[in-house]
Every structure is written in structure tokens, then in C-alpha cells.
């Protein structure tokens, strides 16, 4: 994800983020289920009580102090999902490249047959696109 800002980020969208944010946190502080609904309760409680005010000054000001709030509570060690950005199992996964089909068995290959088919004529398509194209490979000189 780019760290450029590209677009208008609405009030409404920050105070979701902060919210989301805030549940993480107590996701990471609570990791008892009763404890962390109470706690999670709470933290709806206190956004509803301000979710009415239609000054945008008051509104921002609300929402700064939250996110010092939350800076100043965040945890130590924030839990993660294990295949997001910073999470342990990140990219560990091979996702083997299409031509690794092509050296299949072919009784593994009569298993999928319409699958094949439509394989090999994509592939027919694609040669054609290819010389269309960029031409004919040139023959390599011996």
C-alpha cells in the first residue's frame, strides 16, 4: 500500500478507523472473551455518546484527542493476522508458476479435462497474440 495520499478521507471514515483501531487494541490488552465484550461495550458507549455532533470543530477535536488516546494505550506487542503485512506467516506461501501444469502426468491431466482444454487453447491464443505482436521468435543461430 502506497504511503502517498491519493484521496479525501471523510470524517466519518476516521472515526471508523479509530474505532476499529481501538477494538484491536482491546483485542490485544483482552484476551478473555467476557473481558474484552465489556470492554468493547464500553468503547461503543463512549463513541455513541458523540455521534450526534454536527459542529465539525468540536468533531475534529473529539477525534484528535481519541487518537491520542489511543496512542497512549496502544500495546506493546499488537496482535496480528498471521497472513497480513507484518503478521509471521507473510508471503511464506509457494504459489507455484502456471508452466509447472504443463509438466502434470497425463492421467493427473485426464482428471481436469475441460479444464486442459480450455488451458491449451488459451495457450494457442496467447502464441498467436505473441508473433501478432512481436513477431516470430528468430531462429538461433548453430
Keep these: 500500500m502506497s504511503f502517498l495520499q491519493t484521496e479525501v478521507v471523510t470524517h466519518t471514515r476516521k472515526v471508523c478507523s479509530l474505532y476499529k483501531r481501538a477494538l484491536r487494541n482491546i483485542e490485544a490488552w483482552y484476551d478473555r472473551r467476557p473481558m474484552y465484550r465489556y470492554r468493547a461495550v464500553l468503547l461503543r458507549a463512549r463513541f455513541d455518546e458523540n455521534k450526534d455532533v454536527k459542529d465539525l470543530r468540536l468533531a475534529q477535536q473529539l477525534l484528535d484527542e481519541g487518537e491520542k488516546e489511543l496512542f497512549s494505550l496502544i500495546h506493546y506487542q499488537p496482535r496480528q493476522f ?7 506467516a507473510r508471503g511464506r506461501e509457494v504459489k507455484p508458476p502456471d508452466w509447472v501444469l504443463d509438466y502434470w502426468h497425463p492421467m493427473e491431466k485426464a482428471e481436469y479435462p475441460e479444464y486442459f482444454a480450455r488451458r491449451e487453447q488459451r495457450k494457442k ?18
Excluded: D, L, M, R
Aim: cysteine-free; hydrophobic content about 30%.
Design 125 to 142: 491464443e496467447y502464441i498467436e497474440w505473441w508473433e501478432k505482436t512481436y513477431g516470430k521468435p528468430a531462429a538461433q543461430a548453430k
Design 82 to 88: 498471521t497472513h497480513s503485512p507484518g503478521g509471521i
